[in-house]
């Protein structure tokens, strides 16, 4: 029996399966600055952004069975459910409080530590397990996964590098996805949150860039706060605890030992019968 | 009357179902209704579990977005309608920000029309608030399909060991102070943080020998036939959703390549999804029945969102009131009997607590997630707690 | 049913093999006991019967494990499932789930069983443990003895033939231990399953055993649990005193222990006298009250704390040990009265100042070690303590002089350590600032026969040295060879305090096995008893010669 390296699996289909609802996951984050309205005027665009709603829970469904097909070992899944309910008891306490977010410092360790693939599930399931246990389930949630799973992945993508230098790559990159974080979940709610008719206010079918220049303004006015305050938490926590922790996960991989050759070998002779 | 509690894919439904409604209307009469009945269902069915509280927490989360399209409109705000109330000085913020404009006259019509518009949406939310607190969450995961199965047991075990996580932080701080260590501020995060996690990894090991050895993932595994028609049904899936996300994003296509071709693609993908089925399907214990109560809670919320949309559209000026002028709202009929047919889990529901009640007094089947800061006044009643403290009597 | 041909296990990375060509033959519906000391490959032989070992841990396993006709070389853990059941040390650790229930269904489930078999499966499991009363409990708040019921439920569900356990109560107190036990005896008579059961306490396991293993690394000897205990390297007191007196058959219970000693108890030997529990007061608690919620833990508590005597707290699971032990060090909750350590109030010191005056060593003693070296917990210490550099690591070695164990080396990581390892390296910690007062809750958990008498030693030479050691435990040997005085408490009060034999031997619950083979007389000690039989039998006296 032979296994390959790694804890979870990313094979070429499931890449694929994930690089495709990426895409889509993009294009439903950003709708507002993508829909381009007929002036001849069909009928369908408006529903565009409900029709996401309904089809990203799916999508991310997709992507979580492709992953799951693809194998994931019974320790990483249990290494995976344990991190997430780390992820899942830190939630609570940070959310509701000047945008401290313990979640994103998880996911840029687990990511690094353990690789893209188990990455991308733990910001998945981290979410999923908090917004049940909070009770946050809702049209946002696939939006929020699909995020965090973004985040998880891209940590695990990042260069190799040791030491202070891959202290200094993953609060670089902590900062960033705190804030890509952020502007995704704003442009997405950002019609439904101020409704038409404020200078806000998304407007459809408005040129690309006075559509952005009203995002700004609104995401200053609104969110820039709690995206700070995010970046600043997991600098802070990656910056004080960043090393020990991605130890701590790293010997928990070693342990595990995922991928560790496992080899048999029958008894030479004829096996004697051993009395009692 | 059955003692299970009602199938939590149906409170998703009868959510669903006023969620619908409620995006019908801005009469406040209507929505306040809504929002009345679904706190009467909550209050009448909901567990001590924690997911319970969601409620609450969705009450506030709806006054925060009427708040914010209160303050939006009277700071930014498009200044339509005639009726003045009040004129805030106004303060151009200059090219940088796109010349907007802070303040200005704020009317009764555009105030009236952000109050309302907030409102809807306040009371979607609530709407889901609503089934977040009734929808067991560890029965909803027993739901998923086949092909999710690994995810899901991940999830399972993420909830049940999210609480103990909360305990052994607990446990940790208080073995700090013997080393005359700061519990809180810079250094305390690391000599908390280690050994927490340390000790939840380890274990996560024995979790894992403990999953193989009772057969997990047993059922997993495909052939290599239905590998390949659930990668293609998959990958197939997937491209249509990107073609038919691109044409329903981009006006100017022709319509067959929007929608339709996103919701085939999303169906297509989901057929994948069903079929990567293993050999053996996992079986479940006492799976939830879709039963009598199931199909008539979940109907309840479908008249609801039926009867408003109809009135919507015999009446629309009832279910939304013009803002310019304003005018008093009136309660439509066939909407209200409507939304009021949504209270029947109320009369269905009511065993559930007394079972539930039975079994445990307070703080539900699962995670309390809230550490009291306080010592907790009912403390004497929580067994784990007593368990520490009181000789446990064994059988 | 369990056959093991020339098995030898190899780890990835690990210089020697673990196991060295172990023959093994486990017939069905034997009951077999697993024993060896701490790190001799026990957990080893266990999983490579299951086929975790090398399946779950990697390595190189040459021979063959068969179990029930399956070759763990061809078969998988999760395909063994109906054949094997494992059940591991810490219950809660392997929980999947939150609920009794849904945890018994959990193997079921995976084995894709119909629904009504299941419900039937999980309704007699409930009933054979008895947990019918419990099946809707979240499993967190189960008392361990419950935990480990459910554990070994749950690898019931899947109807194995063969139940193997990892040192099931090791993490268990007394209560929790006769539970387990007690449904393991149940299923051995009733079910004639074929159980395979490694344990640190082999008193409790021994009356029941066909087969005992003793595991020692390279060699793993097997047999009569009769023949095999003459000269295994792990005993309980009974076996041992048998031993040392040259009692054949080597007793295996209390029970066969008095009838062998029935002409020592007629000698008229006298126990030594009991040492002198009193000394320089260090420590006074007056009055000590802790209240957790609306229920009185502690209940006005009176204790004085003498230089130079190790004390033990004893009494039930939930009597407030704990709770006093944490007020005394001044950390811990406490509604009322004041506790005075060498003249500074612990309530109202700083923690710097707690910790130059009282040591404790907590009941999961590893909350205390975050950093990823030996060494590095050493200067943590040494710098916390303002102790000289070196200070800790002195104490360390000290502490594990006694040890048969290799010393730690300084590069290794706390978590790597094994548990009598990592509890003294705490222990060393809290040490460093030289503290005259030591606490100790529920140390020995986890350790072997050889670990405890290592630390019942230091124990007694830091008393020795002029501290007061107080040490709240369930495991009545360790109190009666290493306490000289013992406190009993009973609902948060103080109900008996004096010296340990007097108080420990008339108990019926917690007098030790020596006491019971020789009451109504109090002994304590295996080694006592053995010394007076040796000068007894130097004088010529015609009564005690067997």
């Known amino acids: 029996m032979s296994r390959t390296a790694g804890a979870v699996v990313l094979g070429r289909r499931s890449a694929l399966a994930l690089g495709l609802v990426s895409l889509v996951g993009l294009a439903a984050f950003a709708w507002p600055l993508l829909l381009r309205v007929d002036p001849g005027g069909a009928g369908h665009v408006g529903d565009a952004p409900l029709v996401f709603v309904v089809v990203l829970p799916l999508l991310v469904a997709v992507v979580l069975a492709e992953f799951a097909d693809g194998g994931i070992d019974t320790r990483a899944l249990a290494v995976l459910a344990v991190l997430a309910g780390v992820g899942a008891a830190l939630r609570p306490l940070g959310a509701g409080t000047a945008g401290i977010e313990t979640v994103f410092f998880l996911l840029v360790i687990g990511g690094r530590a353990v690789g893209p693939g188990f990455g991308f599930l733990l910001g998945t399931t981290t979410l999923f397990a908090s917004a049940l246990v909070t009770g946050g389930v809702g049209p946002w949630l696939p939006f929020q996964m699909l995020a965090a799973g973004w985040v998880g992945l891209g940590a695990g993508l990042l260069p190799p590098a040791r030491g202070r230098r891959e202290l200094g790559i993953l609060v670089v990159y902590g900062v960033v996805a705190s804030y890509a974080y952020g502007l995704l979940m704003n442009l997405w709610f950002w019609p439904f949150a101020v409704g038409t008719g404020s200078e806000l206010s998304y407007e459809a079918g408005a040129p690309l860039v006075d559509n952005l220049r009203r995002f700004a303004v609104y995401v200053v006015a609104t969110s820039l706060g709690w995206d700070t305050g995010r970046a600043v938490t997991t600098t802070i926590l990656l910056v004080l605890a960043g090393p020990a922790v991605l130890a701590v996960v790293r010997r928990a991989v070693r342990r595990a030992s995922f991928g560790a050759p496992v080899t048999f070998e029958a008894p030479a002779a004829p096996p004697p019968l051993v009395p009692r | 009357m059955s003692r299970r509690p009602i199938h939590p894919a149906a409170w998703w439904v009868w959510a669903g179902g006023l969620a619908v409604a409620a995006s019908r209307t801005t009469n406040p009469l209507v929505l306040g209704l809504i929002v009345g009945v679904a706190a009467t269902v909550v209050a009448a069915c909901r567990t001590d579990a924690p997911w319970a509280r969601a409620f609450r927490s969705s009450l506030w989360l709806g006054l925060a977005v009427v708040v914010v399209r209160v303050v939006a409109y009277v700071l930014v705000g498009s200044r339509t309608g005639s009726t003045v109330l009040v004129t805030l000085p106004e303060l151009g913020l200059g090219e940088w920000a796109a010349g907007i404009r802070i303040g200005g006259p704020v009317t009764l019509e555009g105030l009236h029309a952000a109050v309302t518009d907030g409102l809807r949406l306040a009371t979607v939310i609530v709407c889901l608030g609503a089934a977040n607190s009734l929808a067991d969450a560890r029965r909803l995961l027993r739901c998923v399909p086949t092909s999710l199965h690994e995810i899901g047991t991940a999830v399972v075990v993420t909830l049940s060991i999210a609480p103990q996580l909360v305990e052994s932080v607990d446990r940790v701080r208080r073995a700090r102070t013997l080393r005359a260590g700061r519990t809180t501020g810079r250094r305390a995060v690391r000599a908390i943080a280690v050994p927490v996690l340390a000790d939840a990894l380890d274990r996560s090991l024995a979790l894992a020998a403990s999953m193989d050895v009772r057969g997990y993932g047993r059922s997993g595994g495909t052939d290599e036939r239905t590998r390949r028609i659930t990668g293609a049904l998959v990958v197939g899936g997937l491209l249509g959703v990107v073609v038919g996300t691109y044409g329903s994003l981009d006006g100017t296509t022709p319509p067959a390549l929007g929608l339709p071709l996103l919701l085939c693609g999303t169906a297509v993908a989901a057929a994948g999804l069903l079929s990567a089925r293993g050999r053996v399907r996992p079986t479940a214990h006492r799976p939830d029945r879709w039963d009598l109560r199931a199909w008539a809670t979940s109907a309840s919320g479908v008249v609801a969102a039926v009867a408003t949309a109809v009135a919507a559209r015999v009446d629309p000026d009832l279910l939304v009131p013009p803002s310019d002028p304003p005018t008093w709202p009136a309660l439509p009929l066939l909407a209200t009997l409507g939304i009021l047919v949504a209270l029947l889990p109320v009369a269905l529901d009511t065993s559930v607590r007394r079972a539930a009640a039975a079994v445990r007094p307070v703080s539900g089947t699962a995670v309390d997630l809230r550490r009291p800061a306080r010592p907790d006044p009912r403390a004497e009643l929580r067994p784990g707690l007593a368990r520490r403290i009181e000789p446990e009597v064994v059988r | ?546």
């Open chain 3, 1 to 546: 049913m369990i056959r093991f041909e020339q098995v030898s296990v190899t780890y990835p990375d690990a210089p020697a093999p673990a196991l060295v060509g172990v023959d093994l033959v486990v017939e069905e519906g034997t009951t077999c006991l697993v024993t060896g000391r701490t790190g001799s490959g026990k957990s080893t032989l266990l999983q490579a019967v299951v086929g975790l070992v090398p399946r779950a841990t990697g390595g190189h396993l040459a021979g063959r494990v068969t179990v029930a006709g399956l070759d763990t070389a061809h078969v998988a853990p999760r395909d063994l499932a109906d054949t094997v059941g494992f059940v591991g040390q810490d219950p809660l650790a392997g929980f999947v789930t939150d609920t009794v229930e849904a945890e018994l269904a959990f193997g079921p489930e995976q084995l894709a069983l119909s629904p009504s078999v299941m419900r039937v499966r999980v309704e007699e499991t409930l009933d054979l443990l008895g947990l019918a009363d419990l099946r809707d409990r979240p499993l967190r708040d189960l008392s361990g003895g419950q935990q480990q019921r459910v554990a070994i439920g749950a690898a019931l569900t899947t109807r194995p033939r063969v139940l193997v356990l990892d040192e099931p109560t090791s993490s268990l107190d007394p209560t929790g231990a006769e539970e387990v036990l007690a449904a393991l005896s149940r299923l051995v008579h009733d079910l004639g399953i074929t159980v395979v059961v490694a344990e640190h306490r082999l008193e409790r396991v021994l009356q029941f055993a066909d087969q005992l293993v003793v595991v020692d690394g390279a060699a793993v000897r097997s047999g009569d649990p009769d023949q095999v205990l003459v000269d295994s390297p792990v005993a309980p007191p009974v076996v041992e005193l048998g031993r040392r007196l040259g009692w054949r058959p080597t007793p295996r219970s209390v029970r066969d222990a008095r009838r062998h000693a029935a002409p020592l108890r007629l000698a008229g030997l006298r126990p030594p006298e009991p040492p002198a529990v009193d000394g320089p007061v260090v420590a006074t608690a007056r009055g000590v009250s802790v209240r957790h919620g609306a229920v009185l833990a502690v209940d006005g508590v009176d204790l004085q704390l003498h230089r130079g005597v190790t004390t033990a707290l004893v009494g039930r699971n939930g009597s407030g040990k704990s709770s006093l032990l944490w007020a005394l060090q001044g950390s811990g909750a406490r509604s009322d009265g004041t506790t005075v350590v060498d003249g500074v109030d612990t309530g109202r010191a700083d923690p710097s100042a707690r910790r130059a005056a009282v040591a404790l060593v907590p009941q999961t003693p590893g909350d205390l070690l975050y950093l990823e070296t030996v060494e590095d917990e050493c200067a943590q210490a040494d710098a916390e303590s303002a102790a000289a550099a070196g200070t800790c690591r002195r104490i360390l070695d000290d502490l594990l002089a006694d040890a048969t164990s290799a010393p730690i080396d300084a590069g290794t990581h706390p978590r790597d350590l094994s548990e009598g390892q990592r509890l003294a390296l705490v222990l060393a910690v809290q040490l460093t600032a030289s503290p005259p007062v030591v606490l100790l809750d529920e140390p020995t958990r986890g350790l072997d026969y050889a670990a405890k008498r290592a630390l019942g030693s230091a124990l007694r030479a830091r008393a020795a040295g002029g501290a007061a050691v107080l040490v709240a435990t369930h495991d009545v040997e360790f109190a009666a060879t290493t306490c000289d005085r013992t406190v009993l408490l009973a609902q948060g009060e103080v109900v008996a305090d004096g010296a340990t034999a007097e108080l420990l031997c008339p108990s019926p619950t917690f007098a030790p096995q020596v006491a019971r083979v020789m009451a109504p007389a109090h002994w304590l000690d295996v080694d006592d008893l053995v010394d007076a039989v040796a000068a007894e039998r130097r004088t010529p006296d015609p009564a005690v010669v067997p």
